[in-house]
């Protein structure tokens, strides 16, 4: 969409940065960095590394001591007077980013603006444990999810009820309450299914803590993790599972045919 005030190149763009390492921003958010002149970055969990390719004259905003007011009083100055800006999120925008409010704010200012989307921590620290969430006969099904904190979380989406599903978890801005998180989980998982505990995924000082349910709760505090972790659980963790349709040679698909 583009509005009728604004030149098409004036877009505000809204670029997930990845979970931490710099080189797990795409492409294209590398690209928007680049040539912006104002850059909105949310500064307590996005790494400033993504900033290096920066111009040396852009301005930079640090939205962690910003109100939304603020965030967008400066995106809407700056988008008036013809400048390119870019909004920096952690991970994905879409996912615990606090975007929609923005992107709502903007639509009714008559600015326009897209998204880019980034790699996930989800996603990031099931590549450090080198896992699979959906694997044949344990699990087809990934919920995201986090535990009520000053959020709250509408009621059938209790953790409990989701561990009903038995389903491959991942579990934000959560770790802080594991002893919660594990009484929740151990409702339907039983005591041996493994867990993992990610913190500052693809970060320089990254750490992951490896147990079962039944022993998590001690060694994420032995290790002190309490903040800026996943919580990754289910079966999907484990050894046992069923070969793909996808690679196996007695079945055809549209792109092979079976051998006999
Ligand atoms: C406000 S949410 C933002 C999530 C982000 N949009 C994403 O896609 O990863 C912050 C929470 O995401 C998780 N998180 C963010 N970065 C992380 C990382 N590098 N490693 C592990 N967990 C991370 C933690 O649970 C943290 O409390």
Request: glycine content about 6%; charged content about 25%; overall charge positive.
């Amino acid at each position: 969409m583009t509005y009728k005030n604004q030149k098409p190149s004036n877009k505000i763009f809204f670029i997930g940065a990845g979970p931490g390492d710099p080189e797990l921003i795409t492409i294209k958010g590398k690209n928007r960095i680049e040539e912006a002149d104002v850059i909105v970055y949310a500064g307590s969990l996005v790494n400033p590394k993504v900033l290096q390719w920066a111009k040396k004259d852009s301005q930079i905003f640090n939205s962690a001591t910003m109100d939304l007011d603020e965030i967008i009083e400066v995106m809407e100055k700056a988008v008036k007077k013809g400048k390119k800006v870019v909004r920096v999120h952690t991970g994905d925008p879409s996912i615990y980013g606090a975007i929609r409010e923005q992107m709502d704010r903007l639509e009714e200012l008559e600015i326009d603006f897209e998204v880019i989307p980034g790699v996930s921590s989800f996603l990031a620290s099931a590549a450090l444990l080198k896992k699979e969430f959906t694997l044949p006969d344990v699990s087809q099904t990934i919920i995201c999810t986090r535990l009520e904190g000053r959020t709250p979380v509408p009621e059938g989406e209790a953790l409990e009820a989701l561990a009903s599903h038995k389903a491959s978890m991942a579990i934000f801005l959560s770790v802080h309450m594991i002893d919660k998180v594990v009484e929740k989980l151990m409702q339907h998982y039983n005591g041996d299914t493994p867990i993992a505990v990610v913190q500052r995924a693809t970060w320089e000082d990254q750490r992951i803590v490896q147990g079962t349910l039944k022993d998590i709760a001690s060694k994420v505090k032995k290790a002190n993790i309490t903040k800026t972790a996943q919580i990754l659980v289910g079966d999907f963790l484990g050894n046992s599972y069923s070969l793909s349709k996808l690679y196996d040679k007695t079945f055809s698909h549209q792109y092979r045919r079976a051998k006999k």
